[in-house]
C-alpha cells in the first residue's frame, strides 16, 4: 500500500479506484494522460481541499473595482483582488485580459497562484440576483432575511446557521433542513420550536431530544417515537411538562442540562451510522444514495467514493466535497450545476463541462488552468486558443506536469487564498499556528480591536434581559472575542424563552461541529449480547457510545 506524502500512514488504493482513475484520464494531442493515485491518504486530502474553503469568516474591505466597502470572505491582508458580485458580474473588466503564456521553466502550481493573485475574485460565493436582504451569507443563496448563515440555501429570518436549508426562524443550527422556530438543532428534519436537538425529525414544542421522532411537548428524550408530554423517556403530565419546561430560560439552568443530557444520551443505545433509503453504502449521514464508500452528510449519491457534504445527484466522482447535481467529477471542492468531467477544480458552478485545474469558472467548457472565466472555451491560463492549438498546448502543459510531479495533485495548500485558521480545513483538522507556519502555510493573526473587555453583564434568565442589551459589547465565555446582539436575534430570544448564548457564533459553531462523529469509519463488532453483526462506523472503539447494528437498534425504538 502507499504511503501517504503528509502524515506518513499507509492507505489503500483499490482496483475500482484504479479503474475510475484510468475512465477519467483525459486524451489531448492523440495522447491519454493516465491520471495516477493522490499522494495523499483521505484524510489529508480532505485537509487539503478545505484549507481552499472559507466559509464562516466574513471581513469589511473595498471592492477593489468600485471603491465600494463591501464584506468579503477574502481578508483585506490576503492580497486577493475582490469585487463586488455585482461589479464582478459587468462588463467593467475583461477576464481574458490577464490571459499569459505557460512558461515551462517553472512549476504549474506556482504560476497559477501568480494567475489567481491577479484575477479578481467575488467578494462572496452568493446567488445575490435571487437574495433579499441577505447580505452577511457565504456559500449560500435564495435566502431572505437571513444573517451569517452559510451553506445554506432557500431560508427565510434564519440567523448563525450552516448547511440549514428550507427553513424558517431558527437561529444556531447545523445540517438541518425544514425548521420553523428552531434553535439548536443538528441534524434534524422538519422539526417546529425545538431547542437543543439533535438527529430527530418531525418533532414539535420539544427540548433536548436525541434521535426522536413525530414527538410533541417532549423534555430529555432518546430514541422515541410519536410520544407526546415525556420528559426523561418518563410520560408526564402536561403540568410536570410546562414546569421542567420553564427551567430553560436560565443559562446557568440550560448549561447543567446539557450534561445531564449528554450523560443520558450515552445510556442507550446507537445505531452504527445515520442515514435512510441507502443500499451499498459506507459512511455516515447518507440519503438516497446507493454505491457509495465512505461517504459522509451527503444525498442521492450513485457510485461515489470519498465525498463529503455533497448534494442532489451526484454520479460516478471521487475524492470532492460540496459538489452536487454532476457527473465525473475528481478531486474538487464546491463545483455543481449539470457539471461534468471537472477534474483539480474549485468554485466552478453552472454548466462546466471539461474542465482541469480551474477556479471560479462558470458555464466554460474546455478550459485547462483558468480563473474568473465566463462562457469560455478552449482557454489556457486565461488565454484564447482556437479548437486546434488547444488539445496541443494541453498536452504540452501535462508532460511538464508529469515532469514536476504535480500531474494528479490538487492545488497545495500554501497557495490557498485564505490563511489556514481561516479555512474549513480548521475546524475538521486543527493546528497551531507553530505547526501551519512549520509547514510553509498562511496563518492570520486576531484583529485585537475584536477582543475588547465585555461592557454588559448578562442576567441569567431571558425574561431579565432589557434592550439595552443591542448597544452592548459582549465577550465570548471561550476565546474572548466580542459579539453583539442584534434586534431580531433579541425578539427571538424573548419569544422562544431561550437564554442569551454567552459564546461568539465561531466558538458556538465548532461546539456543534463536535457533537457530530469525525469523517473516520472503524470496523466493530454489534455490542448487543450474542449478536454477531459487523459493520464500518464513525463510532471510534474509545468512544463511550453503545453501538448497534441496524437490525439490533429497531428493537430498541420505542
Request: include cysteine.
Amino acid at each position: 500500500m502507499p504511503q501517504c506524502k503528509t502524515c506518513s500512514n499507509e492507505y489503500e488504493v483499490t482496483d475500482s479506484d484504479l479503474k475510475f482513475l484510468n475512465k477519467i484520464s483525459p486524451t489531448f494531442d492523440g495522447k491519454k494522460f493516465q491520471i495516477p493515485p493522490s499522494k495523499l491518504c483521505p484524510n489529508c486530502g480532505d485537509q487539503r481541499r478545505f484549507s481552499h474553503l472559507n466559509h464562516i469568516n466574513l471581513f469589511k474591505r473595498k471592492c477593489d473595482g468600485s471603491g465600494k466597502d463591501v464584506i468579503s470572505m477574502y481578508h483585506p491582508d490576503s492580497g486577493y483582488t475582490v469585487y463586488d458580485m455585482r461589479y464582478w458580474s459587468t462588463d467593467a473588466w475583461d477576464p481574458l485580459s490577464f490571459g499569459r503564456d505557460f512558461d515551462y521553466s517553472r512549476p504549474f502550481f506556482y504560476q497559477f497562484h501568480e494567475l489567481d493573485l491577479a484575477v479578481p475574485h467575488q467578494v462572496l460565493s452568493q446567488e445575490y440576483t435571487r437574495d433579499i436582504n441577505s447580505d452577511y451569507t457565504n456559500y449560500a443563496g435564495k435566502n431572505k432575511n437571513c444573517y451569517m448563515i452559510f451553506d445554506s440555501d432557500e431560508d427565510e429570518d434564519c440567523m448563525y446557521c450552516y448547511g440549514v436549508n428550507g427553513s424558517k426562524s431558527s437561529i444556531d443550527c447545523y445540517r438541518d433542513t425544514k425548521l420553523e422556530l428552531c434553535y439548536e438543532n443538528v441534524d434534524c428534519f422538519n422539526n417546529y420550536n425545538c431547542q437543543y436537538s439533535f438527529y430527530s425529525e418531525s418533532c414539535t414544542d420539544s427540548a433536548f431530544l436525541y434521535n426522536c421522532t413525530s414527538c410533541t411537548n417532549c423534555l430529555f428524550c432518546v430514541n422515541l417515537r410519536h410520544k407526546e408530554h415525556y420528559v426523561f423517556n418518563e410520560k408526564v403530565t402536561k403540568e410536570e411538562f410546562e414546569k421542567t419546561k420553564e427551567l430553560l430560560k436560565s443559562y446557568k439552568s440550560v448549561q447543567e442540562y446539557k450534561k445531564k443530557f449528554k450523560e443520558l444520551v450515552l445510556q442507550f443505545p446507537h445505531k452504527y451510522m445515520f442515514g435512510v433509503k441507502n443500499e451499498n453504502v459506507t459512511g455516515n449521514n447518507l440519503v438516497e444514495s446507493k454505491n457509495a464508500e465512505y461517504c459522509f452528510d451527503s444525498m442521492k449519491l450513485w457510485d461515489c467514493k470519498n465525498c463529503f457534504q455533497t448534494f442532489m445527484h451526484l454520479k460516478d466522482s471521487m475524492n470532492i466535497s460540496e459538489c452536487g447535481e454532476s457527473e465525473l467529477l475528481y478531486e474538487g471542492v464546491v463545483n455543481g450545476y449539470n457539471a461534468y468531467n471537472v477534474l483539480f477544480s474549485y468554485q466552478c458552478f453552472d454548466q462546466d463541462t471539461n474542465l482541469y485545474y480551474c477556479n471560479m469558472c462558470f458555464r466554460c467548457s474546455d478550459c485547462f488552468g483558468c480563473v474568473g472565466l465566463s462562457r469560455k472555451k478552449f482557454c489556457i491560463f486565461n488565454k484564447q486558443y482556437t479548437e486546434q492549438e488547444y488539445p496541443k498546448e494541453v498536452a504540452k502543459i501535462i508532460e511538464h506536469m508529469i515532469k514536476t510531479g504535480e500531474w494528479g495533485e490538487f492545488f497545495p495548500t500554501k497557495y490557498s487564498a485564505h490563511a489556514y485558521n481561516l479555512s474549513t480545513a480548521y475546524s475538521y483538522y486543527p493546528l497551531t499556528k507553530e505547526q501551519v507556519l512549520k509547514k510553509g502555510w498562511k496563518w492570520q493573526d486576531p484583529d485585537k480591536k475584536e477582543y475588547q473587555p465585555q461592557t454588559y453583564e448578562l442576567p441569567d434568565k431571558i425574561d431579565d434581559v432589557k434592550d439595552d442589551i443591542l448597544d452592548a459589547i459582549l465577550a465570548c465565555k471561550d476565546c474572548g472575542r466580542n459579539y453583539k446582539i442584534v434586534q431580531q436575534e433579541l425578539y427571538f430570544y424573548k419569544k422562544q424563552g431561550v437564554p442569551i448564548p454567552q459564546k461568539c457564533f465561531n466558538c458556538r459553531h465548532e461546539a456543534r461541529i463536535q457533537h457530530r462523529t469525525p469523517k473516520r469509519l472503524w470496523h466493530r463488532k454489534c455490542m448487543k449480547d450474542n449478536c454477531t453483526n459487523e459493520f464500518e462506523t464513525a463510532y471510534s472503539p474509545d468512544r463511550k457510545e453503545i453501538v448497534y447494528c441496524e437490525e439490533c437498534y429497531l428493537q430498541e425504538v420505542v
